[in-house]
């Protein structure tokens, strides 16, 4: 079975095919390996959705999963989640994430609500941006650095830099590390705060030491 996991990997990992080797096949041996290789089982099921994921076969790499009784987790929803938004269909990954936390008690993380919110702000949808933000307020979710750096530099490139500024100043408020991407932001729109002073003094500390 180990050999068989093995071999799987092998050739998703060159060509991404599944051609090969069935869904029900790498569910099969994903089951057979809990108890003795949970790690495998880790694998197997990421190569899976990896390639469906590449195939842009999303739904299918969900109901794929649940007929094959494999349990569904946060990891894997979000790559659908993630693959959906890419393709547009945001509304579409919101529904996916609602369905997966009621029916399968998927709990959602800072990675699945940075997707979403990334996808929404590339469409302009700021009314769902902020329900989006409301959202993770319910679930007890904080923002991190990639949330303020996708609203700040979403909100930028829409011109509403008073937001943007408000972002920064709650940033500075929590004690929250500024990256690149903020810190270019906020020079171009000339909001930069301590927070930018930060990111930039971190970037620094990065090139001297590289």
């Not at 609602?98 to 702000?121: A, C, F, S």
């Amino acid at each position: 079975m180990f050999d068989q996991g093995k071999e799987i990997l092998s050739s998703v990992a060159v060509d991404d095919s599944l051609s090969k080797h069935p869904v029900s096949e790498i569910a099969d041996l994903a089951r057979e390996n809990n108890r003795e290789n949970p790690e495998m089982v880790v694998k197997l099921l990421d190569a899976l959705f990896r390639v469906y994921v590449y195939h842009m076969k999303l739904k299918e790499a969900i109901e794929k999963m649940v007929d094959a009784n494999v349990k569904i987790t946060v990891y894997s929803t979000t790559m659908v989640i993630d693959g959906l938004c890419k393709m547009g269909r945001v509304d579409e990954a919101r529904r996916l994430l609602q369905d997966m936390m009621i029916r399968r008690g998927v709990k959602p993380n800072e990675h699945t609500y940075n997707t979403l919110l990334n996808g929404y702000v590339k469409h302009s949808d700021l009314g769902a941006v902020n329900d989006i933000l409301n959202e993770m307020k319910k679930e007890g979710i904080q923002m991190n650095t990639t949330s303020y750096t996708v609203l700040i530099e979403g909100y930028s490139k829409l011109r509403r830099f008073e937001e943007a500024g408000e972002l920064f100043g709650d940033m500075e408020k929590r004690n929250i590390e500024a990256d690149a991407h903020v810190y270019t932001a906020g020079m171009a729109i000339g909001i930069v705060g301590d927070a930018g002073v930060r990111a930039n003094s971190q970037q620094s500390k990065l090139f001297v030491g590289s």
